[in-house]
């Protein structure tokens, strides 16, 4: 079994930063992609961010110049750093990796249980 565990989530004002952490942790073969989405009451789950095992990256239109996702040294991280936050960046943030857990079965998507961000105007 495989689990992802988010933090870092909060209360900022307008123009603030906070900095997202997931860790995956359990039976991993490998992990071919890390990313971040988030829902907004009312809406849709939507992309935010998302990195490959070789570091190619996708960003939301919305995010794009104000939020960077990075992997961390141990390849089972994964972080997004969100700079000049708007009220409508109010969400819950959920981290998502499609994990490998043995060589010989296929990539399975795994979700964290959500961090709260919320936005201040």
């Known amino acids: 079994q495989v689990q992802l565990v988010e933090s870092g989530g909060g209360l900022v004002q307008a123009g603030g930063s906070l900095r997202l952490s997931c860790v995956a942790s359990g039976t991993i073969f490998s992990i071919n992609v890390m990313g971040w989405y988030r829902q907004a009451p009312g809406k849709k789950r939507e992309l935010v961010a998302r990195m490959t095992s070789l570091g190619r990256t996708n960003y939301a239109d919305s995010v794009k110049g104000r939020f960077t996702i990075f992997r961390g040294n141990a390849k089972n991280t994964v972080y997004l750093q969100m700079n000049s936050l708007k009220p409508e960046d109010t969400a819950v943030y959920y981290c998502?990796?499609?994990?490998?857990?043995?060589?010989?079965?296929?990539?399975?998507?795994?979700w964290g249980h959500g961090t709260q961000v919320t936005v201040s105007s």
């Open positions: 998502n990796a499609g994990v490998v857990v043995t060589p010989t079965t296929s990539e399975y998507d795994y």
